[in-house]
Each structure stands twice: as C-alpha cells, then as structure tokens.
T-cell receptor, first 109, second 114 residues
Framework: SQQGEEDPQALSIQEGENATMNCSYKTSINNLQWYRQNSGRGLVHLILIRSNEREKHSGRLRVTLDTSKKSSSLLITASRAADTASYFCATDSNYQLIWGAGTKLIIKP | EAGVAQSPRYKIIEKRQSVAFWCNPISGHATLYWYQQILGQGPKLLIQFQNNGVVDDSQLPKDRFSAERLKGVDSTLKIQPAKLEDSAVYLC????????????FGPGTRLTVT
C-alpha cells in the first residue's frame, strides 16, 4: 500500500536554483524520512523528521512537516548536478516504512 | 564501516525458473528488510526480520517467495517459480533496531524475467 505521494512527479531546474518537493500522506505517523536514489550510490537516507518536529535542516536540505495537513516538503538549496536523482518520502506509522513513488529531479548545467 | 552487501547485482532468468538473492547487513544491525522496487515506483516491503525472527511478511507472495535469516545475520530471498511480473530490483536494507529509524540499503539485485 502506498502511503506517501510525492509532488511533482518530475522536476527539471537549472544548476544553482532551489528545488522543492512535496509529500502527502494519509495516516498518522511516528516520523517521516526522505531518501535519495541515483544509479551511482543507490538508495541513501537524507533526513528524518519526527512527528513532533516542524522543521529540520541538514546542509543544503530543509525539511518541513505539517501533521495537521499530513504533508512534508523537502527543499534543496543551491542545486548541483550531483543532486540529479529520484527523491522519496517514506512514512513510519507502525514501525514500518511506507514509500511514495518519488520525485525525479534533473539539474541542468 | 562496510555497507550492506548484496549479490548477485544482476540476474536474468526465464519464467518458471527459480532464483535466490543474498544479503549481508551492516554488522550489528538487528533488523533486516527485503524490498521489491518496480521501475518508476517506490520500494515495497516484502519481509522484515528482527534478528532471525519475522516481524512482518504480510506483502510477501508466499506461494512463490520465501526468505530466511539464519543466525540473525545473512539473509536469502528466493523466488520459485518466477513470473514475468517479478522483474524488479530487489533491495536489502538493515537498521540498528526495529522502529523504522534510518535504513541502510545495499546496491540491489536487478532481476529480469523473460
């Protein structure tokens, strides 16, 4: 069953611009995680935000969580070519991760 | 530290044949997961182990898929017999404990069933 839904499905921006991806989910959660997947490094954990947190930062990444709207956003600032990848949100609602279909991000030089 | 190891990386088989995948998690990680990822989709959990016990296998097609984690370390996932719709990447992941914290993924096995 799919819990998270990322939006947009695909995003293409110029290098240096910011990229924003959104995730919506259906049930209450313990935490929400963002992962990145590319052909070179596989699936890699980026950031985890707990249900009682509203915002979290990690380097060029900023994640927000709005539990009232059951949504989260991932902002990547000052994008680089290496950020080209698919980004997935995964929600933990019963100590099991449920994944969305991902946003495919392309950074143009 | 060494990451999650998987083998083989690629496998091509004909339908109705059998195939097995192997995973070695990060040392000390009690929880091991097998996911199926079909092209263009997110990973789907097939089975979750805590040490050598099964925590969740509700989405494992048990008529054809089986998995074991002997001694609470390495794990194998088997498909017998394979169907065309089993073509996917099979990902193994591990985490320190059950609780859906950060998961560490292996490179995956890309299975093509012809």
């Amino acid at each position: 069953s799919q819990q998270g839904e990322e939006d947009p499905q695909a995003l293409s921006i110029q290098e240096g611009e910011n990229a924003t991806m959104n995730c919506s989910y259906k049930t209450s959660i313990n935490n929400l995680q963002w992962y990145r997947q590319n052909s070179g490094r596989g699936l890699v954990h980026l950031i985890l935000i707990r249900s009682n947190e509203r915002e979290k930062h990690s380097g060029r990444l900023r994640v927000t969580l709005d539990t009232s709207k059951k949504s989260s956003s991932l902002l990547i600032t000052a994008s680089r070519a290496a950020d080209t990848a698919s980004y997935f949100c995964a929600t933990d609602s019963n100590y099991q991760l449920i994944w969305g279909a991902g946003t495919k991000l392309i950074i143009k030089p | 530290e060494a990451g999650v190891a998987q083998s083989p990386r690629y496998k091509i088989i004909e339908k109705r044949q059998s195939v097995a995948f192997w995973c070695n998690p990060i040392s000390g990680h009690a929880t091991l997961y097998w996911y199926q990822q079909i092209l263009g989709q997110g990973p789907k959990l097939l089975i979750q182990f805590q040490n050598n016990g099964v925590v969740d296998d509700s989405q494992l097609p048990k008529d054809r898929f089986s998995a074991e984690r002997l001694k609470g370390v390495d794990s194998t996932l088997k498909i017998q017999p394979a169907k065309l719709e089993d073509s996917a990447v099979y990902l193994c992941a591990s985490s320190l404990a059950t609780g859906a914290g950060e998961q560490y993924f292996g490179p995956g096995t890309r299975l093509t069933v012809t």
